[in-house]
């Protein structure tokens, strides 16, 4: 069975500090992660995806992740947080078909 | 290329009455999916249709269905809505169906409010 964990339901950063949101999953077969974020009142935007190839994976507005399998992690990060960032952040993983799992999601504040 | 449209935006029912929610996917995606997301459990998958077919199906009761048209566009029905169907309805669409690789695309979504 597959699941994801996201640790941290909110997560507050000052503006051009560190991002950092965790995520770790647990899956019987490889699997396909997801970062995807969702501003008020709208649908998900897919942030990066890792499928195969290069663990380190860059994203949209700035933001990245690294597939780490030995830690079943796929934390993402950004090193300089914008007023713009604040947002839920939602991690999916993916085996079979187009059924993802999500996470429970991450809050993020970015203070002034 | 327009995206993933859903409607209608927001909608109040009360208890007891039933609800069709609709998605169009984006032009040339054929498979789409619904989810629940409410505050306590998060987004939850409800179904996927692909070439007007069910291929996967949620932990959700039978009073949750769906459907899909030869044109890709679907609709989900909820009968006897309860106030724990208050949620906003996801709909995501993608373009290579079965491919855990491809990305889905995120409509919207339909608040629903029961009373």
């Known amino acids: 069975a597959q699941s994801v964990t996201q640790l941290g339901s909110h997560v507050s950063v000052s503006e051009g500090a560190l991002v950092l949101l965790r995520c770790n999953y647990s899956s019987s077969v490889p699997p396909y992660l997801f970062w995807y974020v969702q501003y008020p009142n709208q649908g998900l935007q897919l942030l990066l995806k890792?499928?195969?190839?290069?663990?380190l994976v860059k994203g949209i507005n700035g933001f990245e992740a690294e597939f780490k399998k030995s830690e079943t992690s796929f934390h993402l990060t950004k090193p300089s947080a914008h007023m713009s960032d604040a947002a839920e952040y939602f991690c999916a993983v993916s085996v079979t078909g187009n059924q993802f799992y999500f996470g429970t999601g991450t809050s993020l504040t970015v203070i002034p | 290329k327009a995206g993933v449209t859903q409607t209608p935006r927001y909608l109040i029912k009360t208890r007891g009455q039933q609800v069709t929610l609709s998605c169009s996917p984006i032009?040339?995606?054929?498979?789409v999916s619904w989810y629940q997301q409410t505050p306590g459990q998060g987004l939850q998958f409800l179904f996927e249709y692909f070439s007007e077919t069910q291929r996967n199906k949620g932990n959700f009761p039978g009073r949750f269905s769906g459907r899909q048209f030869s044109n890709s566009r679907s609709e989900m029905n909820v009968s006897t809505l309860e106030l724990g169907d208050s949620a906003l309805y996801l709909c995501?669409?993608?373009?290579?169906?079965?491919?855990?690789?491809?990305?889905?695309?995120f409509g919207p979504g339909t608040r629903l409010t029961v009373l």
């Open positions: 032009s040339g995606h054929r498979s």
């Open positions: 890792y499928t195969t190839g290069a663990t």
């Open positions: 995501a669409s993608s373009l290579i169906p079965g491919s855990s690789t491809d990305t889905q695309y």
